[in-house]
Protein backbone atom coordinates (compact mmCIF):
# COMPACT_ATOMS: atom_id res chain seq x y z
CA UNK A 1 0.00 0.00 0.00
CA UNK A 2 1.46 3.43 -0.76
CA UNK A 3 2.26 6.70 1.71
CA UNK A 4 -0.93 8.20 0.31
CA UNK A 5 -3.42 5.79 0.24
CA UNK A 6 -2.47 5.13 4.20
CA UNK A 7 -2.58 8.80 4.92
CA UNK A 8 -5.45 9.62 3.26
CA UNK A 9 -7.34 6.54 5.18
CA UNK A 10 -5.28 7.54 8.42
CA UNK A 11 -6.88 10.99 7.75
CA UNK A 12 -10.12 9.45 7.68
CA UNK A 13 -10.76 7.30 10.81
CA UNK A 14 -9.53 10.99 12.29
CA UNK A 15 -11.94 13.03 10.63
CA UNK A 16 -14.57 10.42 11.86
CA UNK A 17 -13.51 9.88 15.28
CA UNK A 18 -12.82 13.92 16.08
CA UNK A 19 -16.06 15.24 13.54
CA UNK A 20 -13.87 17.42 11.47
CA UNK A 21 -13.71 17.84 8.18
CA UNK A 22 -10.31 16.32 6.68
CA UNK A 23 -9.38 19.23 4.91
CA UNK A 24 -9.18 20.33 7.47
CA UNK A 25 -6.54 17.89 8.58
CA UNK A 26 -2.88 18.62 8.01
CA UNK A 27 -0.13 15.83 7.34
CA UNK A 28 1.88 17.25 10.16
CA UNK A 29 -1.02 18.27 12.76
CA UNK A 30 -0.59 16.96 16.42
CA UNK A 31 -3.90 14.82 17.39
CA UNK A 32 -3.68 16.93 20.77
CA UNK A 33 -2.67 20.27 20.30
CA UNK A 34 -3.77 20.73 16.92
CA UNK A 35 -6.74 18.61 16.26
CA UNK A 36 -8.07 18.75 19.89
CA UNK A 37 -8.01 15.01 20.80
CA UNK A 38 -8.70 14.12 24.37
CA UNK A 39 -7.53 10.90 25.86
CA UNK A 40 -11.39 8.63 25.29
CA UNK A 41 -10.67 9.82 21.69
CA UNK A 42 -6.57 8.81 21.39
CA UNK A 43 -8.34 5.06 22.71
CA UNK A 44 -11.15 5.67 19.82
CA UNK A 45 -8.31 6.27 17.33
CA UNK A 46 -6.32 3.33 17.96
CA UNK A 47 -9.14 1.48 17.66
CA UNK A 48 -10.04 3.20 14.25
CA UNK A 49 -6.71 2.55 12.80
CA UNK A 50 -7.28 -1.02 13.80
CA UNK A 51 -10.16 -1.68 12.02
CA UNK A 52 -9.56 0.62 9.26
CA UNK A 53 -6.13 -1.33 8.20
CA UNK A 54 -7.33 -4.83 9.77
CA UNK A 55 -4.24 -4.61 11.81
CA UNK A 56 -3.68 -4.64 15.75
CA UNK A 57 -1.26 -2.88 17.32
CA UNK A 58 0.76 -2.43 20.37
CA UNK A 59 -1.91 0.12 22.16
CA UNK A 60 0.81 1.41 25.07
CA UNK A 61 3.13 2.51 21.41
CA UNK A 62 0.25 3.45 19.74
CA UNK A 63 -0.95 6.18 22.36
CA UNK A 64 2.27 7.73 21.93
CA UNK A 65 1.87 8.49 18.11
CA UNK A 66 1.23 12.75 18.45
CA UNK A 67 0.81 13.43 14.84
CA UNK A 68 -0.52 12.24 11.26
CA UNK A 69 2.66 11.35 10.21
CA UNK A 70 3.67 9.81 12.69
CA UNK A 71 0.36 7.60 12.60
CA UNK A 72 1.10 6.62 8.93
CA UNK A 73 4.41 5.86 9.74
CA UNK A 74 3.54 3.17 12.72
CA UNK A 75 0.71 1.76 10.45
CA UNK A 76 3.10 1.59 7.71
CA UNK A 77 5.28 -1.39 9.85
CA UNK A 78 2.27 -3.27 10.43
CA UNK A 79 1.22 -3.59 6.10
Do not use: C, P, T, W
Not at 11 to 17: A, G, I, Y
Not at 39 to 50: D, K, R, T
Not at 65 to 73: F, H, K, L, P, R
Amino acid sequence: MEKQEVQSRVKKVVSRVLKMDESEIADEANFIFDLGADSMQSLELVAGFEEEFDIEMDQDKALEIQSIDGAVEFIEVYL
